[in-house]
Every structure is written in structure tokens, then in C-alpha cells.
């Protein structure tokens, strides 16, 4: 069994904590958490299982990692604290580590990272012998391994489109909704999201490791975004009210150009109530999903629900994000210390899980 470490216990961290319990090769052995009001507490508890795990929270990372653990899933937020999430990703891995996460953006795609985020992370992998996976859902696997995956059904293929399309008020976390998309905001005030270069720093890597796995050069990155303002004011469950005339929608695009026309092209439609942009694509039951468009010859779209927590679709891409992270730690773990990313990690069928009681 390898013993593992979950680092956050929100909407990644409860999800990761219950994978790594389901998962026949790993063992939980510590929950970090930032709250003191979380210390203390079991880790079953924290996920919301109907059972304790023995696994008391700590807010002691140091002692956690002085015991070494062979694996760490950074579930903590890289969104607006990216410098202190580098921080303790790279402590993790200097002490020898592997350490999954979906928090630094940059790092999906290493071999395009900024210097200043790479090379961290190849000095603490030097240092003590850890490994790095970065990876998440959108960015992640719905616009990287699964429209390659995709691709190679297709006889000919002229354009791949991979979109996130949600309604954001399932998306419990307040800070990214409202301020970083810009969600009940006013017009003229531009979200952080969608400042120019920020889309391409965030799903940039997705573009550019689709392209290299397809063995194509790309002229640039470009970016095309709109803004939509909502009608009337809405009342949202889990984040309150957003007032009429401030933002409710948004859609924009990262496109790989090839040879001058956009031929990968990453898009997302995001909402914060169904009545706002109702002319723009919309998923099946108006809550969220990921659908992956190849144009070519067959014409192939795979749209992808999930849901968990209630049947809540931000919760179930969530966890698949951390179903591809913490099935990779067994794989990591026997490889050579290193940086990778999702070329380099298989994924793979879930080897001794079928059947098994859930938890």
C-alpha cells in the first residue's frame, strides 16, 4: 500500500480524500488542512462519508512531511494564491514525493511553462527525488487525453473542439465565480479570466500538448471572448443574488492556428442562470458538461456528464479530475522522478475497482 497525504479539503480536497480510500493501492495517511476549525476533525467526516477513517486533520505540514510520505495530493486552491500553492507543491516534492495536483495551471503543460514555475519544481525533484503530475478537468482531460483519444477514430480531421458548457451557480466557491469570472459584476469592469493572455496561460498548454501529440505546428494561440448581462436579477441556492444588468455569461475561445485557420480550439459557454445567453450552446439538462467536436470525416461528438455530491455537476467534474490524479500515483510512483504531464501519464482502465462497495 502507498501511503498518501490529501493537502485541502474542499471541493477538490473532499473528493480526493474519498478517492485515494477507494482506491485498492493507496493508503491514507494524513489530511492537511488550513482551517484550525477543520483540525482535529476525521478525514471521513471532512468528505462527507458516512464513516470515520481514523485519519485525524493537521495543520502541521511540516510534520507531515517529515515523515515522507510517498504520495501527496495538492487539492488546495491555485487560483489566487499560486505563489504559496508552488510553495508547498515543491516542499512536498523535496521531500521526496510524488505529488498530483489540479492547482497550477502553468504546470499542465511543463515543457511551455514559465521558468519561473518550472524550474522550482525541477530543483526540489532534484533535491529529494519526487515527481510532479499536473492535471484537472477543464484544463485536464476533457481537452487533452479525451479528444485524442477521440481523434484517432476519425479518418480525416479538419478541427477539434473541445467545450466546458455550466451553469456556474452549482459551482460552490464564490471568490472564482464572482471575481475571477466576473459573475455579477458590472460590464464595463473586466474579469481577471478573460484580461488578455489570461485564457492562454490557463489552457494555453492544452492547445499547445494537442498539437504535439497530433504532430502539428501552430502559427500563435489566439483568444476571442463575449460578455452577456443578465435580464432580470436571479436568485442562485448556493451563492445568492445576482442583480439585473450585471454580467451572467460568458463565452470564450483559446484556438490553435494551423496553417491559418483555427484548427484546435478549446471554448467555454459559462452561465450563471439558464435565462441569460440562451442563444449560445447549452448542455443537455441546462447544468453543465464537457463535449468533446471532431469536424472531419466522421463527424464525432462525445458530450460528458458527471455528477456527484448530490448530483451536482461541478462536484462531478471535480472528481473526475481527481479520479485521473490519484489513479495516476500508483504509475508515478514506480516511474523515474521527474515532471510530467498528461502525454507522459496513461490513463488507464480502473484496475481492481470494479464491483468493489463504494465509499
Not at 460590464?187 to 494555453?204: H, I, K, R
Amino acid at each position: 500500500m502507498i501511503p498518501t497525504v490529501v493537502w485541502g479539503t474542499g471541493n477538490v480536497g473532499r473528493a480526493a480524500i474519498r478517492a485515494v480510500e477507494a482506491h485498492p493501492a493507496l493508503v491514507l495517511t494524513a489530511v492537511i488542512v488550513h482551517n484550525p476549525g477543520k483540525v482535529g476533525r476525521d478525514a471521513g467526516e471532512l468528505a462527507g462519508l458516512d464513516r470515520r477513517l481514523g485519519v485525524a486533520a493537521t495543520d502541521d505540514a511540516a510534520a507531515v512531511l517529515a515523515a515522507r510520505p510517498a504520495a501527496v495530493v495538492y487539492a488546495a486552491s491555485g487560483d489566487v494564491r499560486p505563489d504559496d500553492a508552488l510553495t508547498d507543491i515543491t516542499r512536498a516534492i523535496a521531500a521526496g514525493a510524488v505529488v498530483v495536483s489540479p492547482a497550477l495551471y502553468p504546470l499542465y503543460d511543463h515543457r511551455g511553462a514559465p521558468p519561473e514555475f518550472r524550474d522550482p519544481v525541477l530543483a526540489a525533484v532534484a533535491e529529494g527525488g519526487g515527481s510532479l503530475f499536473a492535471s484537472g478537468v477543464d484544463p485536464g482531460w476533457g481537452n487533452d487525453v479525451l479528444p485524442l483519444l477521440l481523434s484517432g477514430l476519425g479518418s480525416t480531421v479538419d478541427a477539434i473542439r473541445c467545450q466546458e458548457i455550466f451553469d456556474y451557480s452549482t459551482y460552490d466557491q464564490p471568490d472564482s465565480v464572482r471575481h475571477l469570472v466576473g459573475m455579477g459584476q458590472p460590464m464595463d469592469q473586466e474579469p481577471m479570466m478573460l484580461v488578455p493572455s489570461v485564457p492562454t496561460m490557463v489552457w494555453g498548454g492544452q492547445i499547445r500538448m494537442m498539437a504535439r501529440a497530433l504532430g502539428v505546428e501552430l502559427d500563435e494561440i489566439r483568444e476571442t471572448s463575449e460578455r452577456r448581462a443578465l435580464d432580470t436579477t436571479v436568485t442562485t441556492r448556493t451563492m445568492g443574488e445576482f442583480e439585473a444588468g450585471t454580467q451572467g455569461a460568458i463565452r470564450f475561445e483559446v484556438q490553435g492556428i494551423v496553417e491559418g485557420e483555427p484548427r484546435i480550439v478549446i471554448e467555454h459557454v459559462t452561465r450563471i442562470h439558464p435565462s441569460c445567453a440562451p442563444d449560445w450552446p447549452t448542455p443537455p439538462d441546462g447544468s453543465g458538461a464537457h463535449r468533446v467536436v471532431i469536424e472531419g470525416r466522421p463527424r464525432i461528438e462525445v458530450t460528458v456528464e458527471c455528477s456527484d455530491e448530490d448530483d451536482n455537476r461541478s462536484a462531478g467534474g471535480n472528481a473526475t479530475a481527481v479520479g485521473r490524479l490519484v489513479g495516476a500515483i500508483d504509475w508515478l510512483v514506480e516511474a523515474e522522478p521527474g515532471l510530467y504531464d498528461a502525454l507522459d501519464v496513461p490513463l488507464r482502465p480502473a484496475v481492481g475497482k470494479l464491483g468493489r462497495k463504494q465509499p
